[in-house]
């Protein structure tokens, strides 16, 4: 075995919980966005038992969230396949920053923290300090914020089918909010500037214009357009 | 078909999240498609951001008295003040439903 074993670290259960601390500001903050898809599930014609489970297996808000938008526009299979194939394709750096952490460990480990290995959970896994990682840790941050979720869901199921039209209410406002405090820190280069600005200018246009693929085309051209600003600025140094 | 929707996604997500953990796996992305890569999250948050402040039902958004873009207007500055997460998106959130439901309303 390849990596060592942090003096520092402490019981598993003390790991758990402190993993279960730092991840606590971001399980709150996800509440009302976990409550939106249960109750919009119900409203695009999904059963409970189906709005759950897309929380349960696919647990992946972004892609929850926009899978339904599509299924509530009618999109086919292979239209909800790809979008959720480039909402979902930013996991693989995810994995690809904790391969020298994560591949070392028992299959049970590495599938059980790839399955939790969410953006928040991302965000909270040193992912190149030099420092191990401790599995316990990363198991109460993931395992938390996924039952964090999945209850969120179910409050939104529950009062999805007692109060009809909640999603009316404006509750995807909470998907701003939360997308918006995640995005702000992010934009630290004038490449990542023209790549957000690129994919909301095509994303509002492929709304306003009523495109299939809007989505779809909007996440393309913005990371192409920070990538090749990228690029430019590196050939003209 | 909801069935076989939802458990392809799942099938998809979870391959996205795990594929590199495998310790079998002998490939490595190269680094110019690490980089168009490291632009996923940003472009995914923009495009889903974007039209929900600046759109409503197909129609460009004119109208500065639109709860979203103030709560998103709102976030950003939290969040650019406080380097905050929990307080920009509950405070911006708070702002939302007191404009939506009582100023504008």
């Known amino acids: 075995m390849s990596h060592t074993v942090d003096p520092n670290s402490k019981p598993p259960s003390k790991e758990l919980w402190l993993g279960t601390i730092a991840m606590t500001?971001?399980?709150?903050?996800?509440?009302?966005?976990?409550?939106?898809?249960g109750a919009y599930a119900l409203e695009v014609g999904l059963s409970p038992l189906e709005a759950q489970s897309l929380s349960l297996f696919v647990f992946a808000g972004t892609s929850q969230l926009?899978?339904?938008?599509?299924?509530?526009?009618?999109a086919g299979f292979v239209a909800?396949?790809?979008?959720?194939?480039?909402?979902?394709?930013?996991h693989l750096l995810y994995s690809m920053a904790l391969r020298d952490k994560i591949s070392p460990l028992p299959a049970r480990w590495r599938y059980g923290l790839g399955f939790l290995l969410t953006d928040e959970l991302f965000v909270h896994t040193p992912s190149n300090d030099g420092k191990p990682l401790n599995k316990w840790y990363a198991l109460g941050a993931g395992l938390s914020f996924y039952i964090a979720w999945n209850l969120a869901t179910l409050l939104g199921i529950l009062a999805g089918s007692a109060i009809p039209n909640l999603t009316e209410l404006g509750l995807e406002f909470a998907v701003v909010a939360t997308f918006t405090a995640m995005l702000v820190p992010m934009i630290r280069s004038l490449a990542i500037a023209c790549c957000c600005a690129t994919a909301s200018t095509v994303a509002v246009l492929g709304a306003v214009m009523d495109w299939q693929a809007g989505l779809l085309?909007?996440?393309?051209s913005g990371m192409f357009a920070g990538f090749i600003f990228e690029q430019a600025q590196e050939y003209l140094q | 078909m909801i069935a076989l929707t939802l458990a392809a996604m799942a099938l998809l997500v979870f391959a996205s999240r795990y594929l590199f953990l495998e310790p079998r796996l002998p490939i490595e992305l190269g680094p110019k498609l690490r980089r168009l890569m490291g632009y996923a999250t940003p472009a995914v948050l923009s495009a889903v951001i974007a039209p929900m402040v600046l759109s409503h039902q197909g129609e460009l958004v004119t109208d500065w008295q639109n709860p979203y873009l103030l709560g998103a207007i709102a976030a950003v500055l939290i969040m650019l003040l406080t380097k905050n997460t929990l307080l920009s998106t509950v405070l911006s959130m708070v702002l939302f439903v007191m404009l939506k439901f009582w100023l504008f309303a």
Do not use: E, K, N, Y
Request: positive net charge; aromatic residues 6%; charged residues 5%.
């Open chain 1, 25 to 37: 500001p971001l399980s709150i903050a996800v509440a009302p966005w976990g409550f939106l898809v």
């Open chain 1, 66 to 74: 926009v899978a339904l938008g599509l299924l509530q526009a009618q």
């Open chain 1, 80 to 90: 909800i396949m790809l979008t959720t194939a480039l909402i979902t394709s930013r």
């Open chain 1, 217 to 220: 085309l909007a996440i393309l």
